[in-house]
Antibody
Framework: QITLKESGPTLVKPTQTLTLTCTFS??????????VGWIRQPPGKALEWLAV???????RFSPSLQSRLTITKDTSKNQVVLIMTNMDPVDTATYYC??????????????WGQGTLVTVSS | DIQMTQSPSSLSASVGDRVTITCRAS??????LAWYQQKPGKGPKLLIY???TLQSGVPSRFSGSGSGTDFTLTISSLQPEDVATYYC?????????FGQGTKLEIK
């Protein structure tokens, strides 16, 4: 059974750097085809895809946010970390991590974490 | 980048109605299209992938169709528990853009 859970600060100040951790179980990011992505949703607004990292360390980013994002994986800990720099109040959102498969039985984001609300305010 | 446009943005229908939501890609994406359901206060749930394949456990009243640029999500007989916002997403290549969502309510 695949599960994911996001963790990190609930409040950050403008200009600060946000670090979010996704801890997962039920699959390994060392297995061919596996990936973990990040998606966010500002209150009352639509889903926005941010980034994804794959088993082979391939990384893809939203073009509009690429300069501010870093994504890494720790296969031994079953964790993926998203770093977003220069936070602004418009970045206030619920941040989700989610599993996908990119090869073999290709799937979009089929398992999601519960989400974590991050508020950007001074 | 490919844009995903959903219509309508909101929809009100009666229990038992047939409901259709459309999603249009600005360029062809073959069948690499997913539909998600997000109920109020909850995270998204995958309903359909590969444009028409039902995710395990999803009721058969949900169906998807389309290929290339035009896709549809259909609920054959609307139930009260289907109140939610529905999103399409392209996933063949990054960026994995979502549509802006369609909010479905019961009349």
């Amino acid at each position: 059974q695949i599960t994911l859970k996001e963790s990190g600060p609930t409040l950050v100040k403008p200009t600060q750097t946000l670090t979010l951790t996704c801890t997962f179980s039920g699959f390994s990011l060392s297995t061919n085809g596996e990936g973990v992505g990040w998606i966010r949703q500002p209150p009352g607004k639509a889903l926005e895809w941010l980034a994804v990292i794959y088993w082979d360390d391939d990384k893809r980013f939203s073009p509009s946010l690429q300069s501010r994002l870093t994504i890494t994986k720790d296969t031994s800990k079953n964790q993926v970390v998203l770093i977003m720099t220069n936070m602004d109040p418009v970045d206030t959102a619920t941040y989700y991590c989610a599993h996908r498969r990119a090869t073999g039985n290709v799937r979009p984001f089929d398992y999601w974490g519960q989400g974590t609300l991050v508020t950007v305010s001074s | 980048d490919i844009q995903m446009t959903q219509s309508p943005s909101s929809l009100s229908a009666s229990v038992g109605d047939r409901v259709t939501i459309t999603c249009r890609a600005s360029q062809g994406i073959r069948n690499s299209l997913a539909w998600y359901q997000q109920k109020p206060g909850k995270g998204p749930k995958l309903l359909i992938y590969a444009a028409s394949t039902l995710q395990s456990g999803v009721p058969s009243r949900f169906s998807g169709s389309g290929s290339g640029t035009d896709f549809t999500l259909t609920i054959s007989s609307l139930q009260p528990e289907d109140v939610a916002t529905y999103y399409c997403q392209k996933y063949n290549s990054a960026p994995h853009t979502f549509g802006q969502g369609t909010k479905l309510e019961i009349k």
